[in-house]
């Protein structure tokens, strides 16, 4: 709930200047509201993002399997698709570990968020302040989800925790949430430890859970595209790249990274996917 009763009291807070259309937006529309109102608003986006952001995919794999096989090309395990019996499967227990385990802990942890100082006051954060604290919590999120996947191939951690994840050797949009309830508040722990060390405004923390979550759905997409705006990004891993440890299976002791690359290279386990990637290169020029 912002401090300020009036447009000149906000204008005051922001050092005596007018507010931006985003701040007077905001100010109109949260300044009566509890902060942790604004924070639990995260179910509502996980919801919505759950639902709708796998449905791209899901469309691709109806229309590839007869109306458009050309589609197929851009599948990266073409002779795999989902059974909709398994769809709905999936999207029931997806749903279920939504509202048992997400919602919970999405409401639980708002004293913890009101402890490290996020803020909901203005002003609003820069563009590139927001660019950078993404970044960070990227990079902290990426690390400690390696080393927290890399543990849960362990043949205790595999056979009780994420064996359930990798029921799916064909990955699908609609499993990227698709874990034990142990996984899903194991892997969601580095989530916050970005915006703990590096808090910012609760825009920001919505972008930011927002898109680890779009971003986790894309990897799990099955479908590798050459003009995807993702491939600028230096070292992102992408569907391709997350796709090969699914395809190797429970076994597989490569491409733990959720995210970027860089882990998996410094440590030497993306070593058989490198390899792949040569002999592919290799038949190419053959």
């Not at 985003?22 to 639990?40: I, M, N």
């Not at 927290?148 to 029921?167: C, D, F, P, Q």
């Not at 034990?180 to 930011?208: A, D, K, Q, R």
Request: hydrophobic letters at 45%; proline letters at 7%.
């Amino acid at each position: 709930m912002l401090p300020y009763a009036t447009l000149q009291e906000a204008q005051a807070a922001v050092g005596g200047r007018a507010l931006t259309a985003a701040e007077a937006l905001w100010f109109r529309y949260t300044g009566a509201v509890p902060d942790s109102w604004l924070y639990y608003l995260n179910v509502v986006f996980l919801f919505v993002i759950f639902n709708v952001a796998p449905l791209p995919s899901l469309v691709l794999d109806l229309l590839a399997r007869s109306p458009f096989p050309s589609l197929r090309r851009f599948k990266l395990q073409p002779s795999s698709f989902t059974s909709p019996s398994s769809v709905l499967r999936c999207y029931k227990t997806v749903m279920l570990t939504f509202l048992f385990v997400v919602v919970p802990l999405q409401l639980s942890s708002y004293p913890v968020v009101k402890f490290i100082g996020i803020r909901t006051s203005l002003p609003l954060p820069s563009v590139w302040e927001i660019l950078v604290q993404l970044l960070v919590y990227f990079m902290i999120e990426d690390y400690g989800n390696y080393w927290i996947h890399r543990w849960l191939h362990s043949e205790w951690g595999y056979n009780n925790i994420h064996y359930m994840h990798h029921e799916f050797v064909a990955p699908t949009s609609l499993a990227a949430p698709y874990a034990h309830w142990l996984e899903i508040l194991l892997l969601g722990l580095p989530s916050f430890v970005g915006p703990v060390l590096v808090p910012g405004h609760m825009v920001t923390l919505w972008l930011w859970i927002a898109l680890r979550q779009i971003e986790a759905i894309e990897t799990h997409s099955g479908y590798e595209f050459p003009w995807a705006p993702t491939k600028l990004i230096p070292f992102y891993g992408g569907s391709e790249y997350h796709d090969y440890h699914h395809f190797v299976g429970g076994k597989s002791q490569s491409n733990f990274a959720s995210v970027f690359t860089y882990c998996d290279y410094i440590y030497g386990t993306d070593k058989g996917y490198r390899y792949k990637k040569r002999v592919e290169g290799d038949r190419k020029e053959q």
